[in-house]
């Protein structure tokens, strides 16, 4: 039961947010704004952190966190409230009320839910945006760290960094992206060939259910711990924080980057890159980004192949490895330079290595129309294939796209499919991501270009896993399909809950209906309870 304050007290916390708000009735807002004011302890602080249409500060803290310009339209629906609590004790009003009211919630991290989802919906929401939620507690001692969902993998790593320059985690390469979502997909960086994913160095986490009890990996149970741990969070509830598990790097790692033109050899050192990527030593990572770029000899266009490395060692030990295994690269000591795995991230997201207070930066210098797709690889492409590739690189639209190839092999291989939710390990040699840019805001341009992107998913479909054709949730992308507004069956769900998720959607569909069995925490590709059939 939640606690029922006096009637004085009452009626001037819901004044206090009436007058904030300038809520009327037919906003459809008023009685989510009074149960709050009914059931949450401090009801001063309640109007400091509820925000709707008709506050002057609304659409600055919207529009704060949205990272795809695609969900910035005026047609985009917007919220009936935004919630930024301060503290966790905060959200299980927020959930309590949302339920009375018929109101779905959608919670957002950093933002950068590819399709929108965590801020956007066809259906009355709320956002529960947990931006001020981010204490990072770091252990060096034990080697652990406690980070709130609000954080960013930018702060994790700068935190990191403060208590030790020989600890590090292995998450993603862009330092804006938020730790609740990032975690409970999986989240892959740099560091996945030596020590997997983000979720697979997760040994705890704190949980706000449906029934607002916050719950730890002890009293959630080894289900539901294992649900959100690659399952998406936002199927189960509200992801509060992670314990997780830091891990060993060296003092100083080498980075390189070669960029290789098509008249530079691309195509043979693409094919000849994914028979052994996957088989290095697990220290070494060599990803390659595919892109479109004007040739500097004679301007006219190429494909660019830029093969981008951390090692997780010194160029000593890097040379003869890559003269070995990778010959045709052609890496010389001087494309190489070692740094501290810090600066190695800076690397990685297009920083000067010196800058490490951009980590703390929860905004993106550059926030564009995008559209992605996700793709998994368990045979090489043939050259002819390759080729086929850099013919739709040449269109108009591929002006601003890209792939990106990231190797598997190494710790990927030896973590069981069904470790966690996430199943993509061993057999797979690379995981592709799809994606186009643009800077046209008009409604044509915006479905040409994903017209286009639909047109390479659609060539690649011969050279990439089937039944089923893998994805990655997050690189979300509702092509694939998508749930009912409503409750939706299990049927239409398995559509694109085992392209995620393979064999384990199965089980997440058990945990889903255990934990959450009216489905209330739902959006257009959560996972289902068994009684939706």
Not at 90 to 97: G, H, R
Not at 247 to 271: G, R
Request: charged share 20%.
């Amino acid at each position: 039961m939640m606690k029922t304050p006096s009637i004085c007290s009452l009626l001037f916390a819901f004044l206090v947010i009436f007058l904030c708000s300038s809520a009327v009735s037919s906003d459809g807002h008023d009685d989510f704004l009074q149960c709050m004011s009914l059931q949450s302890n401090n009801h001063t602080s309640i109007s400091n952190i509820v925000y709707t249409p008709n506050n002057t500060s609304y659409s600055s803290i919207l529009n704060f966190s949205i990272q795809n310009l695609r969900f910035t339209s005026e047609t985009t629906p917007k919220p009936l409230v935004i919630v930024t609590p301060v503290h966790e004790s905060q959200i299980q009003p927020v959930i309590y009320c949302a339920k009375e009211n018929g109101m779905q919630i959608r919670v957002r991290s950093g933002g950068h839910d590819y399709e929108g989802l965590s801020y956007a919906s066809e259906v009355p929401f709320v956002i529960l945006d947990l931006f001020n939620l981010r204490e990072i507690s770091v252990d060096a001692e034990n080697k652990t760290a406690w980070v709130q969902a609000g954080s960013t993998i930018g702060e994790l790593y700068y935190r990191i960094a403060e208590k030790s320059q020989t600890l590090g985690f292995p998450a993603g390469v862009c330092p804006t992206v938020g730790t609740g979502g990032h975690f409970s997909g999986g989240g892959y960086g740099a560091l996945l060939r030596k020590y997997g994913l983000a979720a697979d160095n997760i040994i705890d986490a704190r949980i706000v259910d449906v029934n607002g009890r916050i719950l730890d990996r002890i009293s959630m149970g080894e289900d539901l711990f294992w649900a959100i741990r690659g399952g998406g969070g936002a199927s189960f509830g509200v992801i509060l924080a992670w314990k997780i598990q830091l891990v060993d790097v060296p003092e100083k790692v080498t980075v390189f980057t070669i960029d290789k033109t098509l008249d530079q050899n691309a195509t043979n050192i693409v094919h000849r890159w994914q028979y052994i990527a996957h088989k290095f030593d697990e220290d070494l990572f060599i990803r390659i980004l595919i892109r479109r770029v004007n040739s500097s000899e004679d301007s006219k266009r190429t494909i660019q192949a830029t093969f981008q490395s951390q090692f997780l060692g010194g160029v000593n030990r890097l040379l003869p490895l890559m003269q070995r295994s990778f010959p045709e690269l052609g890496l010389q000591r001087e494309d190489c330079t070692e740094m501290s795995w810090i600066e190695s991230i800076l690397y990685f997201a297009g920083f000067p290595i010196e800058s490490r207070d951009v980590l703390l930066n929860r905004t993106q210098p550059n926030v564009r129309y995008f559209k992605a797709k996700s793709d998994y690889v368990q045979k090489p492409i043939s050259k002819n294939g390759l080729e086929g590739i850099w013919k739709l690189f040449f269109e108009e639209e591929a002006e601003e796209a890209e792939m990106i190839l990231s190797p598997y092999g190494g710790r990927m291989d030896e973590i069981s499919e069904s470790a966690i939710p996430f199943p993509h390990r061993a057999g797979n040699l690379y995981k592709i991501q799809h994606l186009v840019y643009w800077e046209e805001e008009e409604v044509e341009a915006t479905q040409n270009y994903i017209n286009w992107i639909r047109k390479l998913y659609s060539y690649m479909a011969l050279y990439v896993s089937r039944f089923p054709r893998a994805a990655y949730i997050n690189y979300r992308d509702l092509d694939i399909g998508v749930n009912n507004n409503g409750n939706t069956s299990y049927a239409q769900a398995s559509i694109w809950g085992i392209k995620y998720f393979k064999n384990n959607f199965n089980r997440l569909v058990q945990v889903k209906t255990k934990v959450d069995p009216a489905n209330f925490f739902r959006n257009e590709q959560s996972i289902p309870p068994l009684n939706s059939w």
